[in-house]
């Protein structure tokens, strides 16, 4: 009986370990700030550079990133901190799409095996609701100067980039002092500059270009 409980108690121990190892890797993955790929672009808001392509063909139609504020989600379906963000995405578009802000999601795809059509049904079956396109290979983040997703560009009525970075330092996206995106948002609304203009990206990495 006594030999039992020493294994069961051996492999309960085993099994809480590995469940802290894994936590904390996903908990370092996201507090370390992501590498910058190869081939993306060096995006500084506080010059107001234009946004690279003025127009986006998504799944809901086409879509010009001029006369209103955007707000581009880029988010990885494979990404578990994408996942952990949604929460805080769902809320960021429920309260500032009726404001006027148009919200498009950026699917950054790096399997090949996985088609463009279900990599959109994955992102609808998340229930939130914006229009999509799929960003196969990560090509048009590193335009954007995004290098990890999941994260957040906002672009304004004039068709420039006035804030690239993180939605949070927080892995769960509930501290209210780093919530940086949404920030940003409420500033640029009030005829303001956001308090950062751009944060580090963390997350899972952006593939270089030569991938």
């Known amino acids: 009986m006594g030999l039992r409980k020493l294994i069961t108690g051996v492999i309960l121990s085993i099994w809480l370990a590995l469940i802290g190892v894994t ?3 996903m908990e370092l993955r996201f507090l370390t700030p992501a590498k910058r790929p190869a081939g993306a672009a060096l995006i500084d808001p506080e010059t107001q550079p234009p946004a690279p392509i003025s127009r986006l063909s998504t799944d809901k139609g086409e879509h010009r990133l001029q006369g209103k504020f ?3 989600n880029f988010w990885s379906p494979d990404c578990a901190c994408s996942r952990f963000m949604e929460p805080h995405v769902r809320a960021l578009v429920d309260e500032f799409t009726p404001q006027g802000v148009q919200c498009i999601t950026v699917i950054i795809l790096n399997d090949s095996s996985v088609s463009e059509p279900d990599a959109l049904q994955r992102w609808r079956s998340r229930g939130i609701e914006t ?4 960003d196969r290979g990560g090509a048009l983040a590193r335009q954007f100067g995004v290098w990890a997703g999941p994260a957040a560009v906002i672009v304004n009525p004039q ?3 006035v804030y690239a970075g993180a939605y949070n330092i ?3 996206c509930s501290n209210e002092q780093t919530a940086y995106a949404k920030q940003a948002l409420e500033a640029v609304l009030a005829g303001r500059k956001p308090p950062r203009a751009k944060t580090p990206f963390y997350g899972c990495q952006v593939p270089s270009a030569s991938q």
Not at 131 to 134: G, R
Request: aromatic share 18%; hydrophobic share 45%; net charge positive.
């Open 23 to 25: 936590y904390w890797r």
């Open 70 to 72: 955007t707000l581009l």
């Open 131 to 134: 229009p999509a396109l799929v």
């Open 159 to 161: 068709g420039r980039i």
């Open 170 to 172: 927080g892995r769960y």
